[in-house]
């Protein structure tokens, strides 16, 4: 079992920044990936970025890249979101996940290939 606590969402004006944080314990040295995902109201939930646990290749969704980056601490079990000129439509739930094995399947911009999430944090950007 690896259990995610997401941390650093809150309200901040357009063109602000945020960092979230998630912590992971339990069963983590196994992780292969981490991801960052976001839900908003009345939509499905959308990849973010994700980044490799060993090596730190990273992936993010074109409506992120350049703004925000996303990185890891392997010694605390922490990734986190830098989440830098924000703008209303990244509204939402933001969630961190694991994926606890590899693959060479895997997809890391697939939600459900991921195996254990936190209970999202909320960032509200206002215009």
């Known amino acids: 079992q690896v259990q995610l606590v997401e941390s650093g969402g809150g309200l901040v004006q357009a063109g602000g920044s945020l960092r979230l944080s998630c912590a992971a314990s339990?069963?983590?040295?196994?992780?292969?990936?981490m991801g960052w995902f976001r839900q908003a109201p009345g939509k499905e939930r959308d990849f973010v970025a994700a980044?490799?646990?060993?090596?730190?290749?990273?992936y993010y969704a074109d409506s992120v890249q350049g703004r925000f980056t996303i990185s890891r601490d392997t010694a605390k079990n922490t990734v986190y979101l830098q989440m830098n000129s924000l703008k209303p439509e990244d509204t939402a739930v933001y969630y961190c996940a694991e994926r606890s094995y590899s693959s060479v399947a895997f997809v890391p911009w697939r939600a459900h290939e991921y195996n254990y999430w936190g209970q999202g944090t909320q960032v509200t950007v206002s215009s």
């Open positions: 980044i490799r646990w060993s090596a730190g290749d990273t």
């Open positions: 339990g069963r983590t040295f196994t992780t292969y990936y």
